[in-house]
């Protein structure tokens, strides 16, 4: 069994990178420094000729889960936008003031996707019940959630990761997420037993004082996909998952 490997990305050079470095799956943002936001039509368009799975967030902007009517039909017209740009799949998740799925939205948004493939992402991560949120994901038709157990990164929340690995198995795919790097992704597989596996792989470029100071670049400095850690984390994956064959032979 091979362990799927989905790269978030926010450019195409990025995209790229992580393909050369062994991702099975892009998932396709802008903006990652806010947690990812939707992609623009160009790299969209761009981004469909990779030659593996991209699926584009959908997320009209930055902040809380909550959105107006305005928002949805956006989203709407963006997941029209990324099946006509010829993308295999979708990332979106909303949730109501009580922190319950927003049952109505995501089934008006699933409508739109073409029956292509939807993760609900990590909105998930601020329900109050997960365990109903995960029933209500699967029976909207999500083929994944992508999620970090409701912890800040997926190794700590890697026991909350295996209950819903488990509740969810048969149904819908658990994606874990936050965090996840060569050194601790054979633990975070073996304790949970997902089959994909979600990272971002970022490293700070270098600065360029003046596009900071005049306010086009983060002063934290940008970042940008690091193909040396999509490597080493695709070759912790294939060990792991080599030596677990080892094991249950």
Not at 9 to 15: E, F, L, P, T
Not at 34 to 50: D, F, K, V, W, Y
Not at 102 to 131: C, I, K, Y
Not at 204 to 218: E, K, L, P
Request: glycine share 10%.
């Amino acid at each position: 069994m091979k362990v799927l490997l989905e790269i978030a990305v926010d450019s195409i050079a990025g995209a790229k990178i992580a393909v050369s470095a062994g991702a099975d799956r892009i998932e396709l943002c802008s903006a990652l420094s806010e947690g990812g936001l939707t992609p623009s039509l160009g790299n969209m368009r761009a981004a469909a000729s990779l030659g593996i799975p991209v699926f584009a967030m959908i997320r009209p902007r930055g902040g809380d889960f909550f959105y107006s009517q305005a928002e949805t039909r956006i989203m709407r017209d963006d997941i029209t936008a990324a099946v006509d740009a010829g993308l295999s799949g979708f990332v979106f998740g909303a949730l109501r003031r009580d922190l319950a799925l927003d049952s109505d939205l995501l089934a008006d948004l699933m409508e739109h996707t073409g029956n292509l493939p939807a993760t609900l992402h990590r909105a998930f991560d601020f329900v109050s019940d997960q365990s109903m949120a995960l029933e209500q994901a699967s029976a909207l038709g999500f083929r994944r959630i992508l999620t970090s157990g409701q912890a800040v990164s997926a190794e700590i929340g890697q026991a909350r990761l295996a209950e819903l690995a488990a509740q969810a198995k048969g149904k819908i795919a658990v994606l874990p997420g936050a965090g996840i790097r060569a050194h601790n992704v054979a633990t975070i597989l073996s304790v949970t037993g997902v089959e994909e596996i979600h990272a971002a792989c970022r490293l700070r470029a270098a600065t360029d004082a003046r596009m900071t100071s005049f306010g086009f670049s983060d002063p934290g400095g940008p970042s940008q996909t690091d193909g040396t850690a999509v490597r080493n984390l695709r070759r912790a994956i294939d060990l792991a998952t080599v030596e677990s064959q080892k094991v249950t032979a």
